[in-house]
């Protein structure tokens, strides 16, 4: 029998106003429990997928189980709708008692009547019932009769408690959904509520990061090749990258849903704060590495093995290699090397092993610095140890003096680069390149100094896209390159 405090039946044969139900994820939360608790857990242990697929094959409702049991859920984090919370408030002033009825496990529904206080009772799935569908509306008749309730919902698994309800109250419904509940007729109302536009999908698809990318043109850039065709097979490489790219960044945004909404700025991303359902960013995954995959065989086979190689490893960054200390900077370093040796064989240059050490210290380096940002940030803001990244607060000036030490290896190995016999074949004026150390030495220590003064975002890289000094860095580097030539 599923668990209900207090007894509906009970309540239901002395209380004369008509009861408000509500559904959870989806209505009440901007969010789906299921979503964020496999991809939780599966973050947090990816050795548990096995386990996770055999619970399925007992039903949903087993899985359910299990992942609430495993799953460290903070209700307080949720996104709550404003709107819903709106209806049930006013619902109460009435002297209505209002009803939690989800198919999410007992013990996530529980925590979160628990937590809101607003509820007379709650219905939820257990053990061995999925309360979806069907279900939940023949759960609802039996308590409370039919047309014996309203129900808020959002989805076209809500229909058949709609059916049976006084009034159906809807909420992001879908347009198939909402013509479905159109033929009702009367005792239909929709709330407000506001859709992802384009910039949120824009932020939520980092599309900012695909500045990143551009390292796909350093290779044809150092090679001078500068024919049409080579220039067109470089772009589709870098589109190619970017969605990519954005897949992996929705992907690692669903792992961290919990972690980052106890982050004073992470909080803000799309999912984290609802503004986009974890559903919708679990549809959009496979529609971006479908079309990475399908632009990456018109440049190469070859390219289209190193566009995977790329996926593979930050994939592994994201659900393992991000808690390991150091090693997750490491890769970091190695996914910025890769989209330089992704953009050779685009264009079919050999990758210069001078390029493939700067690059190595360089972005270790930028890896080093972001990992600095995000610790100077939780201890201002009096945050605990992160749960996501095996470094302590204390860690701190160790990170900053390994930043420095990458840094400035990267400018050794480039001084070493110019007094080579290989740059003699490239350049007619290689002297010229000697000029761009002091360069690399100010953007360096600069970037060093903003992190202290707490000046810097949580990436270097869109740092300098937004910061004056940085951009005039870049720009006398690139006039002094053309230079060279």
């Given amino acids: 029998m599923l668990t209900t405090a207090p007894n509906p039946t009970k309540a239901a044969s002395r209380i004369p106003a008509r009861p408000l139900v509500v559904d959870l994820d989806g209505t009440l939360v901007r969010s789906d429990l299921l979503i964020e608790t496999g991809f939780s857990e599966f973050g947090r242990n990816p050795r548990s997928l096995l386990g996770l697929c055999t619970a399925l094959l007992q039903g949903k409702a087993a899985l359910k189980h299990q992942l609430a049991e495993s799953a460290a859920f903070d209700p307080a984090t949720l996104p709550y709708d404003e709107a819903v919370l709106a209806r049930i408030e006013g619902a109460r002033d009435e002297g209505r008692?209002?009803?939690l009825a989800s198919a999410s496990n007992e013990r996530l529904v529980k925590a979160v009547a628990d937590h809101l206080g607003l509820f007379s009772g709650w219905f939820a799935s257990n053990q061995t019932v999925n309360l979806a569908a069907n279900a939940k509306a023949e759960r609802l008749v039996m308590e409370f009769e039919e047309r014996g309730y309203d129900y808020i919902g959002n989805d076209r698994a809500d229909l058949p408690v709609w059916a049976k309800a006084a009034e159906a109250i809807a909420i992001r419904a879908p347009a198939s959904v909402r013509r479905i509940l159109a033929q009702r007729g009367e005792g239909v109302e929709h709330l407000p509520a506001e859709r992802p536009t384009l910039r949120t999908w824009a932020k939520l698809l980092r599309v900012h990061q695909y500045a990143k990318n551009v390292l796909i043109f350093v290779p044809l850039f150092l090679a001078h090749k500068f024919s049409p065709g080579v220039i067109t097979e470089a772009f589709l490489a870098f589109v190619a990258f970017s969605l990519c790219a954005s897949s992996v960044y929705v992907l690692n945004d669903l792992a961290d849903l919990q972690a980052d909404r106890r982050h004073p700025t992470k909080r803000n991303r799309p999912l984290a704060s609802g503004a986009i359902s974890p559903s919708e960013g679990v549809l959009a995954i496979p529609i971006l590495l479908l079309s990475s995959a399908l632009v990456g065989t018109f440049v190469s086979l070859q390219f289209l093995a190193?566009?995977?190689?790329?996926?593979?490893?930050?994939?592994?960054?994201?659900?393992?290699?991000?808690?390991?200390?150091?090693?997750?900077?490491?890769?970091?370093?190695?996914?910025?090397?890769?989209?330089?040796?992704?953009?050779?064989?685009?264009?079919q240059v050999t990758f210069s092993e001078w390029l493939l050490a700067f690059s190595m210290f360089?972005?270790?380096?930028?890896?080093?610095?972001?990992?600095?940002?995000?610790?100077?940030?939780?201890?201002?803001?009096?945050?605990?140890?992160?749960?996501?990244?095996?470094?302590?607060?204390?860690?701190?000036?160790?990170?900053?003096?390994?930043?420095?030490?990458?840094?400035?290896?990267?400018?050794?190995?480039?001084?070493?680069?110019?007094?080579?016999?290989a740059v003699h074949s490239l350049y007619r004026r290689p002297e010229l390149l000697w000029l761009i150390c002091p360069v690399l030495l100010y953007w360096i220590s600069r970037a060093l100094m903003m992190a202290h003064r707490r000046h810097m975002d949580d990436d270097p890289i869109a740092f300098a896209l937004r910061d004056k000094n940085s951009i005039v860095a870049g720009l006398i580097v690139g006039a002094l390159l053309f230079a060279a030539i």
């Fill in 362 to 421: 360089f972005f270790m380096a930028l890896a080093l610095i972001k990992r600095y940002v995000e610790l100077a940030v939780r201890t201002d803001s009096g945050l605990p140890e992160p749960e996501n990244r095996n470094y302590k607060l204390a860690d701190l000036d160790v990170v900053a003096g390994l930043a420095a030490a990458a840094g400035f290896n990267a400018i050794t190995v480039f001084a070493l680069y110019i007094s080579s016999d």
């Fill in 97 to 99: 008692p209002v009803y």
């Fill in 306 to 347: 190193v566009l995977l190689g790329y996926f593979a490893l930050t994939t592994a960054y994201s659900f393992v290699l991000k808690r390991k200390m150091l090693v997750d900077v490491i890769a970091l370093a190695m996914l910025y090397v890769v989209r330089l040796v992704a953009g050779a064989v685009a264009v």
